[in-house]
């Protein structure tokens, strides 16, 4: 039917079409925006690999092929992922048979084999840069050196507890045979960027240190024992 200035009337069916997609649409949209934001991590592993594979091109044949190879593992396993994120139910008809395992499984595999790769690749750079070895080096104890100095913390709570069931002397001795302790095996890294023969005293400062720290660890978890769970006799 037209109306009198002879155009066509527009359809209920096709208007309220229109309007339910369109409300679907904007419903989905933050859902969707939220499920690629956690595909975030994989893209920049993927971006990140292509750089580096294309500038170590021209100093190494086998750090550009280490690169691709993660490159091409973290785009595979963030195609998988996405496909997994879209197509896979979050929340599984059947509890008793999950749904997706291949689609994660190959994520984590073509995850992983991007790590080894990259891993690879500093391994190469490294052989053939002794610097970069150094400081490849330096950081992976820095690391170490770090995470080891918590028992710092964990000597100065223990000390506290019994602070006043030791003597004086003894409690200043051990707080600062832990400050030593610290600041040994933190500085055993920053000497091994100095190279031979500095590297060496290094590795020989780190060891202390940690040494160190292990036994006091131990003294204080002893005098805890002892002086901290001994019950205090009250005078009335």
């Known amino acids: 039917?037209?109306?009198?200035?002879?155009?066509?009337?527009?359809?209920?069916?096709?208007?309220?079409?229109?309007?339910?997609?369109?409300?679907?649409?904007?419903?989905?949209?933050?859902?969707?925006?939220?499920?690629?934001?956690?595909?975030?991590?994989?893209?920049?592993?993927?971006?990140?690999?292509?750089?580096?594979?294309?500038?170590?091109?021209?100093?190494?044949?086998?750090?550009?092929?280490?690169?691709?190879?993660?490159?091409?593992?973290?785009?595979?396993?963030?195609?998988?992922s996405a496909f997994a994120m879209f197509i896979v139910p979050s929340q599984p008809r059947?509890?008793?048979?999950?749904?997706?395992?291949?689609?994660?499984v190959f994520v984590y595999a073509s995850t992983t084999a991007g790590f080894v790769s990259l891993g690879g690749l500093l391994l190469t750079f490294s052989r053939e840069m002794p610097e970069?070895?150094?400081?490849?080096?330096?950081?992976?104890g820095f690391v170490f050196a770090?995470?080891?100095?918590e028992l710092a913390l964990v000597i100065a709570l223990r000390l506290t507890k019994v602070r006043t069931e030791i003597s004086k002397t003894l409690y200043v001795a051990l707080r600062y045979l832990t400050i030593v302790?610290?600041?040994?095996?933190?500085?055993?890294?920053?000497?091994?960027?100095?190279?031979?023969?500095?590297?060496?005293?290094?590795?020989?400062?780190?060891?202390v240190g940690l040494f160190l720290l292990f036994v006091l660890a131990f003294l204080a978890l002893r005098l805890e024992r002892k002086y901290g769970a001994a019950p205090r006799i009250t005078q009335t």
């Open 146 to 149: 770090i995470s080891f100095a």
């Open 132 to 140: 970069l070895a150094r400081l490849l080096l330096f950081l992976a």
């Open 181 to 207: 302790g610290v600041a040994t095996l933190v500085s055993g890294p920053f000497l091994y960027l100095l190279g031979e023969p500095a590297s060496e005293a290094g590795v020989v400062l780190f060891l």
């Open 94 to 104: 059947d509890p008793s048979k999950p749904e997706g395992a291949m689609f994660y």
């Open 1 to 80: 039917m037209k109306d009198t200035t002879g155009t066509a009337a527009p359809q209920p069916a096709a208007r309220s079409l229109s309007e339910d997609f369109e409300r679907w649409v904007v419903a989905v949209f933050p859902h969707f925006l939220e499920r690629l934001s956690k595909l975030q991590p994989l893209a920049l592993l993927f971006s990140l690999s292509i750089v580096v594979a294309t500038f170590s091109r021209q100093a190494s044949q086998t750090a550009f092929i280490y690169g691709m190879a993660a490159a091409f593992s973290f785009g595979l396993s963030l195609i998988a």
